[in-house]
């Protein structure tokens, strides 16, 4: 092998180009992003609308039904799911594998933009969102305190524009806390004094609140624009507006209306162990890397510390980067430890500090030389790519081994140094690279499997290829440099022909080999006993797959339980707090439990064109550290859901926090179709009884929701007619 000559004969040029190789690869290991999955892009769109005010069939009739007709006519649709809900529209879109997703969003906003002037005027513009795991809150924080106002206008006017100019980091929202509001409560019986109606004095108020362009003057040489602000500063400013009367004259609406500098009335609170809070989501660029952000936020969060008001205080709930980062330093530990382990295992059968560092510092050098290609091939560095890595550690050992005992070998028989590295090499060098390459014959046509597959399977592929491939680069190079260099002095071999290794492991193989001579002569002497044995084996094997069981992705520990508490459709906030309370108090009894962050009225999370209500609430239980408790997180869970079954009145679901792929989506799911609606509410909940009564089936839900309470003003045309109204004033009338 003329590369093999090569290496040894110039031995400065091999250093050089290990050098080089190192160098690279560290430059690589700087750049990889690390993550805890590969990039993951999924074929799926989602048109989300708001329509404020509309009851679910209208926004199904109005809104959903257009918006699923004209996505059907969109290339490369495989399926359309829809939601409609009050006063809001999803339409998911489901593509094939390999779409393009920027391109089919763009052909979604075309055919939106067909359909746009059909849409009822009140309800907003269609939004087309590609649904991205890494648009999920990669943080949660929760700012403390005794003044809730003080709170809010703190993460308002302070942390918020803080956090949202770190580099990364796409948007930040916060929940609960109290919203200032100047009311102007009208007295109806003075307004029928006046003759007055209230569109009149919301008309007054408005045209009184304006700031606008008036167009430019001319002063001398210049052209000066023109603006009129006359926005209210101050509430007796509001007071004083006078209205016109029908009959002439005015009227201020202090004389008809109390004005007060008041709060919004609240329909998202937030607490923290049971105290008022504000919640804070993060949400990072797409592009944007999870454990740079968080590092960043967390830099952010402690310059802005000594200019927050005493008292405030600010507590991370959730950090999606802390667990990456555990993910990662155990997988890179196991990858250390697992290196060790070998080079004692090869230091124990080759008796040798020389040939063992040989092995030892090949290694390494093969391990950053795959960090090269991953960055090349556009991986992160994650479980998958690093449990690839891991796998191929051992393997790279093995070419490596190979090539130095044939060089061993001929050292032993008289060969110089120089000719025992090229001779050895070259005996055993095709059928090192013919090992190899079968190896990577394996793995490598996974990078053509199409689908999530490809997705979560590729980054390991090339991963383990990448590891054989520079190990089988420097086995045939590196390895045959340094043998020709370090190994001097060799034993004679030993009467028997055994390896070179040191007594007590060579008495311990001598009894291994004697042991299975015996084994060998028997099985090749009772051949029908050992081949009824193995396919006795086989099938057993096979029979205990049922019972390992399969899954895509195990769950992992992250120490946090996602408590979802529903009451009945139209409750108020403050039973839905009373619940929630109820549930904290059981948790804060929980030793494992940390922290307990609670969001009413909110939907929590991922939650775009959904809209918040007050009968329902989302709790986020912390749990210590994984070393500090005894019960993992599904345990914890199974005590939390045991203990809030018996709340009367109340949906109360509990899960741990799933950040894998499939995220917290129920892993079952039953999907039943048809026209008719009542049809389908019947089947389901008659399935749904049928799954309940399955062993380990918890929380069986439909996606049926209870109707919202609603009144019904129904309008006498004719008697509107009479007195020269229309049903649309009486809809402004009764909206004002």
């Not at 060089?407 to 110089?416: L, V």
């Not at 008719?676 to 918890?698: S, Y």
């Amino acid at each position: 092998m003329k590369i093999t000559r090569l290496s040894v004969e110039r031995p400065v040029t091999t250093i050089m180009f290990m050098l080089a190789l190192i160098i690279l690869g560290a430059v690589s290991l700087t750049k990889l992003t690390v993550d805890l999955y590969p990039k993951l892009t999924f074929p799926i769109a989602m048109v989300a609308t708001s329509y404020e005010g509309a009851a679910p069939k209208e926004v199904e009739n109005l809104v959903t039904k257009p918006i699923e007709e004209v996505m059907g006519t969109v290339p490369g649709v495989t399926n359309i799911q829809s939601n409609s809900a009050r006063g809001a529209s999803q339409v998911i879109v489901e593509f094939d594998y390999g779409t393009d997703m920027d391109f089919a969003a763009l052909d979604m906003r075309e055919k939106l933009d067909q359909i746009r002037d059909f849409l009822p005027e009140d309800a907003n513009s269609p939004r087309v969102l590609k649904i991205d795991p890494a648009a999920f809150p990669v943080m949660w924080l929760t700012v403390g305190g005794e003044d809730v106002v003080e709170m809010k206008r703190t993460a308002e006017e302070k942390i918020k524009p803080a956090l949202e100019r770190v580099n990364g980091v796409a948007s930040v929202n916060i929940v609960g806390g109290k919203t200032r509001e100047v009311q102007v409560q009208v007295d109806p019986f003075r307004l029928q004094q006046y003759g007055l109606s209230i569109n009149q004095v919301v008309q007054a108020i408005q045209s009184e609140n304006i700031a606008a362009s008036a167009g430019s003057v001319r002063k001398g040489e210049q052209d000066l624009l023109l603006r009129i602000d006359n926005q209210f500063s101050d509430i007796e400013e509001i007071k004083n507006i006078n209205i016109a009367l029908p009959r002439g004259g005015s009227v201020k609406v202090s004389d008809i209306a109390e004005v007060k500098d008041t709060f919004k009335e609240q329909t998202q609170v937030s607490y923290q162990n049971g105290n008022p809070s504000v919640t804070l989501e993060i949400l990072k660029q797409t592009d944007a890397n999870t454990v740079q952000v968080s590092s960043k936020i967390k830099k952010a969060l402690a310059g802005i510390q000594p200019e927050l008001p005493e008292g405030i205080e600010v507590k991370e709930i959730f950090d999606q980067a802390q667990f990456i980062n555990q993910a990662i330093n155990n997988m890179n530990t196991n990858i250390i430890l697992g290196g060790i382990i070998s080079l004692l295992v090869l230091y124990a059968f080759l008796g040798s500090f020389r040939n063992t560092f040989v092995i030892g510092l090949a290694t390494p050098i093969a391990i950053i030389g795959t960090f090269t290609m991953l960055y090349f091939a556009d991986q992160t560095l994650n479980i998958l790519t690093l449990g690839g890595l891991a796998l191929g550690v051992g393997m790279m050992v093995d070419s490596g081994i190979v090539v130095l005992e044939s060089i061993y070998r001929y050292r032993q028989n008289g060969y110089d140094k120089l000719e025992a590295a090229k001779q050895g090499t070259e005996e055993v060098g095709m059928a090192v690279i013919a090992s190899a390459l079968t190896t990577v014959a394996v793995f490598l046509p996974i990078v053509f499997v199409e689908g999530i597959a490809s997705m979560i399977f590729k980054p390991m592929a090339l991963a383990v290829s990448f590891s054989l491939l520079a190990s089988l680069v420097v086995a045939v190079t590196l390895i045959p440099m340094l043998s020709s260099r370090l190994i001097h002095k060799v034993e004679a071999p030993a009467e028997d022909g055994s390896f070179n290794v040191n007594n007590r492991v060579a008495r311990s193989l001598g009894r291994l080999s004697r042991h299975y001579s015996r084994v060998l002569k028997w099985s090749l002497g009772h051949r029908k006993t050992v081949i009824l044995g193995t396919t006795a084996m086989l099938i057993l094997s096979l029979a205990l797959v049922p019972v390992i069981g399969a899954e895509f992705i195990p769950e992992m520990d992250q120490g946090m339980i996602v408590v979802n508490v529903e009451l009945a459709t139209g409750s108020q906030l403050a039973e839905t707090e009373k619940v929630v309370r109820q549930i904290e108090q059981m948790a804060l009894e929980i030793p494992e439990i940390e922290l307990i962050s609670s969001s009413i009225g909110s939907p929590g999370g991922f939650s775009i064109g959904q809209v918040a209500t007050t009968e329902i609430a989302q709790m986020f239980l912390k749990l210590t550290p994984l070393s500090e408790r005894e019960r993992g997180a599904k345990d914890v869970a199974a005590q939390i859901r045991n203990q809030v079954q018996d709340i009367p009145g109340a949906d109360i679901s509990v899960d741990t926090m799933d950040s894998s792929a499939a995220g917290n989506a129920a892993p079952l799911q039953v999907s039943i179709r048809g026209d008719d609606l009542n049809t389908l509410e019947e089947l389901a909940g008659i399935i749904a009884e049928e799954v309940r009564k399955v062993p380990g089936a918890v929380e069986v839900e439909t996606s049926f929701g209870d109707g919202r309470p609603e009144l019904q003003l129904n309008v006498d045309r004719e008697r509107a007619s009479f007195y020269g109204i229309s049903t649309a004033e009486v809809i402004s009338a009764v909206r004002a």
